[in-house]
């Protein structure tokens, strides 16, 4: 098992590779080539640029998160067979250069979404939140607006500006998509990827929708563990996996985390440990990562990931912003850090107890 964390990489990230480095028990970064659209190809030089500049902060890359899915491929549009072949360049590419674990989300237009980025806690922290009630006033045509205000100018991670000014073409271009039809096509997809995937032993790694329900009308297909296992089970292959991510799966109080793990088992190579508050039945946040501080315990669930023999990378995920950090929202250093290393303190101790 293999503690990383994020980095956005050169002109992005806030965090250095100096300071990644030092939080003890880091492996390596994941990362992705920030500038990309979904649906281009990544070349070997881009990668061979990333690895450098990672490798000259002393870290290796470990994992792509992510190589994202152009909406072509999820709708299965006029371009994607196009943009397949594209990405499965990316994949050779990928695979050359020793990169074999590829996260990847098959959520319709855009990716997580909070609707408060800084809500501020009693102890002075500030974190990500979600309100249902505040995402069923939203009026989509205006997303962009209130994503840039809500993310106080910083760009955030899988709301590309792109995707945001053809919002409403895009959602009109989903207006038929059922539910199986996004399913049918992530199969597709999975299947024409197969083989570059066997050639380098690179495993795709799905991540869950988050929140965990369809949102704004378009249809969520990676929210539970019945999903999950369908996926799974329809292409029964090496390369077709599951990032856990227990901020994600964990906004729906209904999932038994631990249960998705042992469904999962072996179909795991990463996962994304945070903790997430339910303070209602509309509303959560991302809370600190220790049990006691969130809705998810923690304990129960690294233990599952130990239990079912896990042996991927894994990473803290988001954090609080604390002692006055700047950063993008969700992925300051500090707050990472701390996780990481109660994670790591959890992880010794089952070790330790199971010999
Ligand atoms: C949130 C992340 C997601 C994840 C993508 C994977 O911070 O976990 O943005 O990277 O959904 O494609």
Redesign the pocket.
């Known amino acids: 098992m293999k503690m990383t964390l ?1 980095w956005y990489g050169p002109g992005y990230d806030t965090v250095s590779l100096e300071n990644i480095r030092q939080i003890p028990g880091i492996k390596g970064v994941v990362t992705s080539l920030m500038g990309k659209l979904p649906g281009e190809v990544w070349t070997d030089e881009d990668i061979a640029e990333l690895q450098a500049a990672a490798k000259e902060g002393g870290l290796d890359i470990l994992a792509f ?2 190589i ?1 899915i152009s909406d072509d491929i999820k709708i299965g549009g006029a371009k994607r067979d196009e943009h397949i072949a594209n990405y499965i360049k990316s994949l050779e590419a990928a695979g050359k250069a020793g990169i074999q674990t590829i ?3 098959f ?1 319709p237009v855009f ?2 979404t909070r609707t408060d980025l800084w809500r501020e806690r009693e102890d002075g922290s500030f974190v990500l939140a979600y309100n249902q009630e505040v995402i069923d006033q939203v009026d989509v045509t205006k997303l962009k607006e209130s994503m840039e205000e809500m993310s106080g100018g910083h760009l955030l ?2 709301w590309e500006p792109e995707r945001m000014d053809r919002i409403r073409e895009l959602f009109d271009a989903y207006k038929d998509v059922t539910e199986e039809d996004l399913f049918q096509n992530l199969v597709y997809f999975l299947n024409a990827i197969e083989d570059v995937c066997s050639k380098y032993d690179i495993k795709m790694a799905i ?1 869950p929708d ?1 929140p965990a329900w369809p949102i704004f009308g378009l249809p969520r297909i990676i929210t539970n563990k019945e999903q999950i296992v369908r996926l799974l089970t329809t292409v029964d292959k090496p390369h077709n996996n599951l ?1 856990f ?1 227990s ?2 799966l964990g906004t729906n109080p209904k999932n038994d985390m631990v249960e998705i793990i042992h469904a999962a088992k072996g179909r795991i190579p990463f996962a ?1 440990l945070r903790n997430v508050r339910h303070n209602s039945p509309t509303d959560f946040e991302e809370s600190a990562h220790l049990s006691s501080d969130g809705s998810v315990d923690m304990y129960e669930l690294i233990k599952a990931l130990h239990d079912t023999g896990f042996d991927g990378i894994y990473r803290p ?2 954090g609080r912003m604390i002692w006055g950090e700047k950063a993008l929202p ?2 300051g250093l500090y707050d990472r850090a701390l996780g990481a290393s109660y994670m790591e303190g959890i992880w010794e101790a089952l070790e330790k107890a199971g010999k």
């Open positions: 994020r998160e992510s994202n996260c990847y989300n959520m990716d997580w991670p899988g991540h988050d990032t991510c901020g994600s994304h995920d988001h969700g992925y």
